[in-house]
């Protein structure tokens, strides 16, 4: 077993000063939201001129909140006072690529100034009303949100101080749900594989994504991965196994269904999928797997695994979204998840209920990012926690099986699901548990011992669970992002299927 963090750091010592120094530069987010302010004033020229400098002071105070929270906030050049600055600052904002357009309401304000920069800007908006009783900005909102309403143009409205830290989470909320549905729009899905096992859920509709989600789908067959597996460099391939001999808690060979070679072998496939990806500028993908590669070839697990972790053998990496059985809908929302959370995102079948402790084992045919065993900035710590076991006899090419337990901790659980053919998003919140060694062990023994599992309590019944929920798979990430999700949604216009007790 391999837990000496000083030795991981002199075979690959960027992975350790990289997440010491910034724990968040290899989970996928390079920064917070880019959000657009421009103040909407009053028409009247005298009546402006006497209250600038108290719309001024506003917006600073916004500003500053907004910046001081990790945002980059792009201003707009002056407060609206006329129309034709309606269209020009608006224009300008937009122009510099902002998530979110928040239109400030310091003092009542000319609603048709916000129709006019609302027409110069294609993005979300937010209207912000304060709440000093001096000047009357919420009117000012109220009649601009009705104005809006009256044309179906789609608005959030949001009112409080700046100094406020529970407003300006808000916003950063609304910000964060723009930007991930905004990186969805001009995307590439790759398709590695068709409809595995007569899986259904795993198959959407390539028309409906593009005009719901502005999302391409590249179909490439599995050979690419066969053929490409076999060109890939040897001498990567052998310092990889090495590394995760080293490193991992163990690899366990059985001189059958896990050999070096059969690792060397998903190793080289993790290097082909990885060619695949920067040759076609895949932005997430989808792998099939079974049956043709799982019986002939070797399982995708150290592929899958690493693709979807921050790292690999090579040092920090920004995750790449791979979903298990060329999981369409089920990579669609761990891709919205990754943009909403910044972090990996787990992909497991529902496998189990156990009824006298009311949890589930999450459980997958072989992959769960290695992240998730300790979900620490330091990679030591989760490899640590990961095992290396042979396949089992559900796949005969071979391979290894990517074996842990999650750590513990507060999940938002999710699931892009279709009724009817209209789009839902399953959501609900849970928690990981661990128990002692013993009863671990018991319990993932009771399912498919040799892939990895995650112990969820969710705030969901079982059995309206087992009514409602819409596929096999689901997926995970850590911490509480409803909000953000329930935000995405609205932006997106897909309907909220929310659990709870």
């Known amino acids: 077993m391999y837990s000496d963090t000083s030795h991981f750091a002199r075979l690959c010592p960027a992975i350790l000063s990289a997440s010491l120094t910034n724990p968040t530069t290899h989970y996928g987010r390079t920064g917070m939201a880019r959000i657009g302010v421009i103040s909407i004033s009053d028409g009247r020229d005298y009546v402006h001129a006497g209250i600038a400098e108290f719309i001024n002071t506003t917006e600073d105070r916004l500003v500053a909140a907004l910046t001081a929270a990790g945002h980059t906030v792009v201003r707009g050049s002056a407060p609206v006072s006329d129309n034709a600055l309606a269209g020009s600052v608006a224009r300008s904002v937009a122009a510099a690529g902002v998530d979110l357009t928040v239109l400030h309401y310091a003092v009542w304000a000319f609603p048709h100034f916000t129709m006019l920069a609302a027409g110069a800007t294609p993005g979300p908006l937010l209207l912000l009303s304060n709440i000093d009783p001096v000047q009357p900005g919420m009117v000012g909102m109220l009649a601009a949100g009705g104005a809006l309403d009256q044309i179906g143009r789609a608005h959030t409205r949001l009112w409080g101080d700046p100094a406020d830290p529970a407003l300006i989470t808000a916003i950063g909320t609304h910000a964060t749900a723009a930007a991930a549905v905004q990186s969805l729009r001009g995307s590439t899905f790759g398709r590695f594989g068709g409809r595995p096992m007569g899986m259904n859920t795993a198959v959407a509709n390539t028309d409906q994504w593009q005009r719901l989600f502005g999302i391409d789908v590249e179909e490439i067959d599995q050979w690419e991965i066969v053929r490409r597996a076999e060109l890939a460099d040897p001498a990567e391939a052998k310092a990889a196994r090495e590394w995760l001999e080293q490193h991992t808690a163990g690899v366990h060979y059985d001189g059958d269904k896990l050999t070096p070679e059969l690792l060397e072998r998903q190793i080289r496939s993790y290097l082909a999928v990885r060619e695949l990806i920067s040759e076609w500028r895949l932005d997430f993908s989808g792998i099939k797997g079974q049956p043709e590669l799982t019986q002939y070839f070797a399982t995708m697990d150290i592929t899958e695994a690493f693709l979807n972790d921050p790292y690999d053998w090579n040092g920090p990496k920004q995750p790449h979204i791979c979903a298990?059985?060329?999981?369409?809908?089920?990579?669609?929302?761990?891709?919205?998840?990754?943009?909403?959370?910044?972090?990996?995102?787990?992909?497991?079948?529902?496998?189990?209920?156990?009824?006298?402790?009311?949890?589930?084992?999450?459980?997958?045919?072989?992959?769960?990012?290695?992240?998730?065993?300790?979900?620490?900035?330091?990679?030591?710590?989760?490899?640590?926690?990961?095992?290396?076991?042979?396949?089992?006899?559900?796949?005969?090419?071979?391979?290894?099986?990517?074996?842990?337990?999650?750590?513990?901790?507060?999940?938002?659980?999710?699931?892009?699901?279709?009724?009817?053919?209209?789009?839902?998003?399953?959501?609900?919140?849970?928690?990981?548990?661990?128990?002692?060694?013993?009863?671990?062990?018991?319990?993932?023994?009771?399912?498919?011992?040799?892939?990895?599992?995650?112990?969820?309590?969710?705030?969901?019944?079982?059995?309206?669970?087992?009514?409602?929920?819409?596929?096999?798979?689901?997926?995970?990430?850590?911490?509480?992002?409803?909000?953000?999700?329930?935000?995405?949604?609205?932006?997106?216009?897909?309907?909220?299927?929310?659990?709870?007790?």
């Open 324 to 501: 298990t059985e060329a999981d369409m809908d089920g990579a669609l929302t761990m891709q919205l998840l990754h943009r909403i959370a910044g972090t990996p995102v787990l992909f497991a079948d529902v496998r189990h209920y156990h009824a006298d402790r009311d949890i589930w084992d999450l459980c997958n045919s072989g992959q769960h990012a290695t992240w998730f065993a300790a979900r620490s900035a330091d990679p030591a710590e989760n490899l640590a926690k990961v095992h290396l076991y042979p396949e089992v006899f559900f796949f005969p090419a071979g391979g290894a099986s990517v074996h842990h337990l999650a750590a513990p901790g507060q999940m938002t659980l999710a699931r892009l699901t279709r009724l009817d053919g209209d789009y839902r998003m399953q959501l609900m919140l849970g928690e990981f548990e661990n128990y002692d060694a013993a009863t671990n062990e018991a319990l993932m023994k009771q399912s498919t011992w040799e892939w990895p599992h995650a112990f969820a309590r969710l705030d969901a019944k079982a059995e309206d669970f087992l009514s409602r929920f819409g596929a096999n798979h689901i997926h995970a990430v850590p911490g509480d992002h409803r909000a953000a999700v329930r935000a995405a949604c609205e932006l997106l216009g897909v309907r909220l299927d929310e659990f709870a007790r």
